[in-house]
């Protein structure tokens, strides 16, 4: 068996296992989904959203990138956070970075990853010139390491209340809250650091008075 023709056996597997105990459970789950939270996270595979979280099919909507990043000429991104804030309406965002992460370390080096890898690492090549004098301070590298994931996820919560899609909910109806989290794949743990909500205060430069 390869391992394609592996996770369609184990994909049948469990639909049956999961009709067996509730023989409703994709009936009921195919007529709407009503999630109170998006979840902008890293791609590593590692990290599931859902699975870190214990929550169910329908309760989160789901972003991931390298890294974690919210970027305001990503597409995806931004048709993610429009649906998930004017559609869906959630009351949540959150931005899950995790300790560890592959592409945080990546940015912290020299290496010529070639053009497109360059080119999304650059943004968090800024978040660490931002902080420099900061983590410029921290000798252990894996330590320096985590602070900068932490930093990063603050500064892409920054970069949401940025967006006019937050700013107009924020001013029509007091929601979402941003939240910051980092995940530590070493115990399983999320640590918040990071939150915003309406009553933020926003850099005056990227504030839209006309909204
Ligand atoms: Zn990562």
Same mark, same amino acid.
């Given at each position: ?16 296992? &999961? ?55 990503? /597409? ?8 998930? /804030? ?17 592409? =945080? ?29 900061? &983590? ?45 989290? /980092? *995940? ?17 205060? =926003?850099?005056?430069?990227?504030? *839209?008075?006309?909204?």
């Amino acid at each position: 068996m390869t391992p394609i023709e592996k996770l369609l056996k184990d994909n049948r597997g469990w639909a049956d296992e &999961l009709k067996s105990e509730d023989p409703e459970y994709f009936q009921r789950l195919a007529k709407l989904q009503t999630p109170d939270f998006l979840w902008i996270g890293c791609s590593d595979s590692r990290v599931p959203a859902d699975r870190i979280t214990g929550t169910q099919p329908g309760e989160i909507f789901v972003h991931r990138n390298i890294a974690n990043l919210v970027i305001h000429t990503d /597409v995806n991104l931004l048709s993610v956070l429009d649906f998930a /804030v004017n559609h869906l309406k959630v009351g949540h965002v959150i931005v899950c970075g995790h300790y560890g992460c592959g592409g =945080i370390k990546a940015a912290m080096t020299n290496h010529d990853y070639k053009y497109v890898l360059n080119m999304w690492l650059r943004n968090i090549k800024d978040v660490y010139r931002l902080y420099s004098k900061e &983590l410029d301070a921290i000798s252990d590298e894996e330590n320096r390491a985590d602070r900068l994931t932490e930093l990063n996820v603050k500064e892409q919560v920054m970069h949401l209340a940025k967006t006019s899609i937050i700013q107009r909910a924020w001013k029509e109806e007091r929601r979402p809250q941003l939240h910051g989290w /980092v *995940y530590g794949l070493k115990d399983g743990l999320i640590k918040p650091v990071f939150n915003m909500d309406s009553h933020s205060a =926003i850099d005056p430069i990227y504030q *839209y008075d006309d909204l």
